[in-house]
């Protein structure tokens, strides 16, 4: 039987003196794409920061593991060169770093290798064209000036560079128009394969209208109340979160 790439185990983690979540559990296997939905402030975001062990959180209970590895307090970088990779809902701005240079670091630092600058190039032109990105932004400061749409299609262009084991997506489809979501989840499926994994995280639909996933998990008040399909994404889209309020 398959080992989960990811397991989540009871997890209970608190922001200050408040619980946010209160007994997660999640199971994610090589070759899947999960989706986490739930209205605004349910813990979403901040389950995506547990995994990552965001300093901002501390975990009361319950523990993550890894590729068979127990991660739970492991540091936030070690856990990046473990292979786990995540976008942000609000992508940072580095003045004076251009992309290329910040892609060619941080593909040294999880690889541990010198970046091959001729093949690194060539693969970043053939990314750029297939997510339909201006090629003179490469050269430009990291997100500086950069439209929303840009800065969700640079974190996708960093997954795809970086190719992690699991990519952890968190609101990648916040505030695109619908070709911008069509071309972000080209990107997704370029980087899905039987070796790794993705987890999306959303409070809406839109970006399951173009992409297929295998399981879609319901949070509501710091808990998963419910686990299903992609028909499930569909129910919450006519109906909304009401009935799984608790």
């Given at each position: 039987m398959e080992e989960p790439l990811l397991q989540i185990k009871n997890l209970h983690v608190s922001a200050g003196d408040k619980e946010i979540l209160k007994g997660i559990n999640l199971q994610i296997k090589s070759?899947?794409?999960h989706v986490i939905m739930g209205p605004n402030g349910s813990g979403k975001t901040t389950t995506a920061n547990a995994i990552l062990n965001?300093?901002?959180y501390t975990k009361q209970e319950g523990n993550i593991i890894f590729k068979n590895e127990d991660i739970t307090h492991s540091k936030t970088d070690e856990i990046a060169r473990k292979g786990i990779f995540m976008s942000f809902q609000l992508p940072e701005e580095i003045p004076g770093v251009s992309v290329t240079n910040f892609l060619?670091?941080?593909k040294n630092k999880v690889t541990g290798k010198p970046v091959k600058v001729f093949e690194f190039k060539d693969e970043l032109k053939k990314y750029m064209e297939?997510?339909?990105m201006n090629p003179k932004n490469i050269e430009r400061s990291l997100n500086v000036g950069?439209?929303?749409g840009e800065k969700k299609k640079n974190e996708i262009l960093q997954m795809l560079v970086l190719n992690p084991k699991?990519?952890?997506l968190d609101e990648t489809d916040s505030g695109l128009d619908v070709d911008a979501i069509k071309t972000v989840s080209k990107g997704i499926e370029m980087f899905k394969n039987d070796q790794n994994a993705v987890l999306i995280i959303t409070h809406n639909t839109k970006i399951l209208h173009s992409?297929?996933?295998d399981f879609v998990h319901v949070l509501v008040n710091?808990?998963?109340v419910k686990t299903g399909t992609q028909e499930l994404a569909k129910e919450i889209e006519e109906n909304g979160y009401a009935r799984y309020k608790i």
């Open positions: 070759g899947e794409i965001h300093p901002s060619k670091y941080a297939a997510l339909n950069f439209s929303g699991l990519a952890i992409l297929k996933v710091g808990q998963i």
